[in-house]
């Protein structure tokens, strides 16, 4: 594995060769800020700030076609996962979202449609230096340098870029760019540790996760859930925009004699999430779902796969309407009795 | 706004026996969000707030609120609600009125006169969001902000909320209790938004809506939100038939943005709720904006406005506009 | 030389009306386009805006609404419901950039054969006009 470093003069030519590899990047559309492809010719400007829609939505579409079928015809017809893609500007958080996320994917059951892409994924990860107002990754196990997930960690130096290979695949990327990186030092390397430091000392908000995931069994019945549910709205901007939430709902769609089966994102906040057939509901009202988005992520997560599903980066309580923040909820949750 | 004044009021509602709580509003945990906020007892007065960043509407509260079913041998609980409205708010409340969606005896309305909200999002970019909550009052007409230890005043133009530069009625329509003098209803500025869409030619609002509708996440806080879409059973989440589908594409994003547009057709209050919560900021007060404007000019109807008055859609005059009939 | 393009008219006649102005027309042998898809329902204020929306998700060019004329409506005031919804649906979906040509309402009662088959011209014309619809058609079903 290599540390390179790219010189910015070379950003336009590498982001041109590598927008021949299917290239996705972070891109302002109509206001919204989400991973799109990157066409030969287009700049990329990596800003500061993280993308509203996680990168999630490239590796785990919100809605994916499981197969197809058709009157009269035997068996069915799946799709064909066969093209690679880079993913650039990765956030490290959402990186290790990824990493997360695999556990379950590879859990019981592998799946294929998941672990497909995210073979064929290259990611490229970008160090945080200017932390939004909500960023708690370090809370959580992360850092605004952490590769976990990544391919390839690329930092910004100033005058260059510090690109560290990470995985085979993501050394196999830099071996092609050869022609424009050079050797990096170990002052580059220096540097580097130096800035996430300082990254890091920058992050305004926490809470110390320790004993939480330990805490929230005994916490079922507390008034807290009452509390912090009191204004939620039901709907699925923090499970949808969160890069680590994976839950999917199943359904047909037919159309004359043909259909497919498609798996679309769920929220585990939406009314008929848990509902059964009978009309019956275990799950009846926010009270029980918003411990239960909690629980899953600070709690049941931790008892199956030893990691926390929740990578600080913030968007749900940066974007939630009604102001039920995580954050807070964590600190009541470690104030509780 | 006397908060004392307010709070003593609240406090005097949560204490009543037959009240189960009042909802209003509270500083939130950071920058410039503020929580709505149930209050079941006099103590909790002490942290109600109304400034210019109560924007959001309570009314939706009224009927989001889960009715479970009574078990066996219990007794349903027929306590009041109490709810802190502005005058957009308040026209929510009579809409559920006429619709009854809720019932007269079981909400005690707070009217709050209100001289306008500001729209954090335009000083987020001047004043960067803090950790800290910040503090935001009025101060004549314009707005006074404190940040990060500093007084500022803002300009109304420079903050005011678009639903507030349009506003007919800042004063509540309904009320059992009102805190505060009704304000000086302002000359409501031109709706430059449906304006600058409706000079379009068709294929040119085509592909405006169309950029807008590719963003929708169907993440349907737009209507959950909305104090009046409260349908037990919305289509939306239909299987049987399926109106519109639940795969997130170009064609099924369109059908839910007809569908919920419509849907508020001669209903909608302008509250702007919906395109408020948007997390990809689909203008969404254009669409309800539009049908409002035609019900408004062609039918001199607006909603909201009386509690005894009918819904639009389920009336009609004999003269009512058929010109597009064959 | 292209072929001239033959629009699918989505149509739903209220059946005391003109369902039975449609009928009067076939039985008294008037000529009118095969454009047609008639769906008929018990009142034109049964038509629920989301027919007209889904209708055009599934293929259609245009859509065309039918009822009794106001004061003939067989449950007295259906039709003037159906009035009030679908202009607002007219001036939603033109709002957003639909050619206003592929939605059409008319009054047609039962003894007007000869009104269904200027109405149904009209609306094949407009719909042919406007050119196949599918701003937001279902597309075919891909991956």
């Known amino acids: ?337 | 706004m006397d908060l004392n004044k307010l709070r003593e009021t609240a406090a005097g509602i949560v204490s009543r026996e037959d009240v189960k709580y009042l909802i209003g509003w509270r500083r939130g945990t950071f920058g410039y969000r503020v929580s709505p906020y149930f209050i079941e007892d006099a103590a909790g007065v002490e942290e109600l707030i109304f400034s210019p960043l109560c924007i959001s509407n309570l009314a939706t509260y009224l009927t989001l609120v889960e009715r479970l079913p009574v078990p066996r041998g219990q007794q349903p609980d027929e306590r009041k609600v109490a709810l802190l409205v502005k005058g957009c708010d308040s026209r929510a409340v009579n809409q559920l009125l006429v619709e009854k969606g809720i019932n007269r005896d079981r909400v005690i309305v707070v009217g709050l006169p209100c001289p306008g909200m500001v729209d954090w999002k335009l000083l987020a970019e001047k004043y960067p969001e803090t950790e800290a909550p910040v503090e935001m009052r009025w101060q004549g007409d314009d707005f006074l902000l404190v940040h990060n230890g500093q007084e500022i005043v803002v300009p109304r133009a420079e903050a005011l909320a678009e639903k507030c530069r349009l506003c007919r009625h800042p004063n509540p329509v309904i009320s059992d209790a009102t805190v505060g003098e009704p304000v000086q209803p302002w000359e409501p500025a031109e709706d430059s938004g449906v304006g600058e869409i409706e000079a379009k030619s068709a294929p040119e609002r085509w592909a405006y809506w169309e950029e807008q509708f590719s963003k929708c996440l169907r993440c349907y806080s737009c209507r959950n939100v909305c104090p009046l879409c409260y349908c037990e059973d919305c289509i939306l989440d239909r299987l049987n038939p399926t109106w519109v589908n639940r795969a997130f594409n170009f064609s099924e994003n369109t059908a839910f943005h007809l569908a919920r547009a419509f849907h508020l057709a001669g209903r909608c209050i302008e509250c702007g709720e919906c395109e408020r919560v948007c997390p990809a900021g689909i203008p969404l007060g254009r669409l309800n904006r539009k049908l409002a404007k035609t019900v408004r000019e062609e039918y001199g109807f607006e909603p909201g406005l009386d509690a005894e008055g009918e819904p639009f859609q389920a009336s009609y005059r004999p003269e009512d506009p058929e010109e597009f009939i064959l | 030389m292209s072929e001239q393009f033959e629009p699918n008219i989505v149509a739903f006649l209220c059946n005391w009306c003109s369902y039975a102005g449609a009928d009067l027309a076939g039985t008294s042998r008037i000529q009118y386009p095969a454009n047609i898809k008639v769906i008929r329902v018990m009142c034109s204020g049964r038509v629920n805006p989301l027919f007209v929306v889904n209708a055009l998700q599934q293929g259609a060019d245009g859509v065309l609404i039918s009822g009794c004329h106001p004061g003939d409506c067989h449950y007295m005031e259906g039709n003037f419901y159906a009035r009030r919804r679908l202009k607002l649906l007219k001036e939603l979906l033109e709002y957003i950039g639909v050619d206003p040509r592929r939605f059409n309402m008319s009054w047609v009662s039962a003894s007007e054969g000869h009104k269904w088959k200027e109405v149904v011209e009209k609306a094949v014309e407009d719909a042919r006009a406007a050119g196949p619809f599918n701003q937001f058609r279902r597309r075919q079903i891909g991956w």
């Open chain 1, 1 to 337: 594995m290599s540390a390179m470093l790219l010189p910015k003069d070379k950003w336009p030519e590498f982001t041109g060769r590598l927008a021949g590899k299917n290239l996705f990047a972070p891109a302002l559309q109509g206001g919204i800020k989400k991973f799109a492809p990157v066409a030969a010719g287009d700049t990329v400007t990596l800003d500061e700030g993280n993308t509203t829609v996680p990168p999630k939505a490239l590796l785990f579409p919100q809605t994916e076609t499981l197969f197809r079928f058709a009157e009269g015809e035997e068996g069915m017809e799946l799709p064909a996962i066969d093209e690679a893609a880079v993913l650039l500007g990765v956030r490290p958080c959402d990186a290790r979202a990824m990493a997360i996320v695999d556990k379950l994917f590879r859990w019981d059951y592998e799946d294929p449609y998941y672990l497909k892409r995210r073979e064929l994924a290259t990611i490229i990860g970008l160090a945080c230096s200017e932390p939004c107002l909500n960023c708690f990754c370090t809370s959580v196990g992360g850092g605004p340098a952490s590769t976990e997930g990544l391919d390839i960690l690329m930092v910004d130096l100033g005058e260059s870029y510090l690109l560290e290979g990470l995985t085979d695949k993501g050394q196999a990327l830099l071996d092609e760019f050869k022609d424009l990186l050079q050797e990096a030092g170990a002052d580059a390397l220096q540097r580097k540790e130096q800035l996430a430091q300082e990254a890091a000392a920058k992050i305004k908000r926490s809470v110390d996760t320790a004993g939480i995931p330990e805490a929230l069994p005994g916490l079922w019945e507390d008034p807290l859930w009452q509390r912090v549910s009191a204004a939620c709205l039901g709907c699925g901007i923090c499970t949808y925009l969160c890069p680590t939430c994976h839950c999917f709902d199943i359904q047909d769609e037919v159309e004359g004699a043909a259909g497919r089966r498609c798996r679309m994102w769920d929220s585990c906040m939406y009314a008929e999430y848990t509902k059964h057939t009978s009309g019956h509901n275990p799950r009846p009202t926010r009270r029980e779902r918003t411990r239960n988005r909690i629980n899953h992520k600070y709690s049941y997560y931790v008892d199956k796969f030893g990691v926390i599903a929740c990578v600080g980066c913030g968007r749900c309580s940066n974007l939630c309407p009604v102001n039920i923040d995580l954050i807070d909820i964590l600190r009541q949750v470690k104030a509780a009795p």
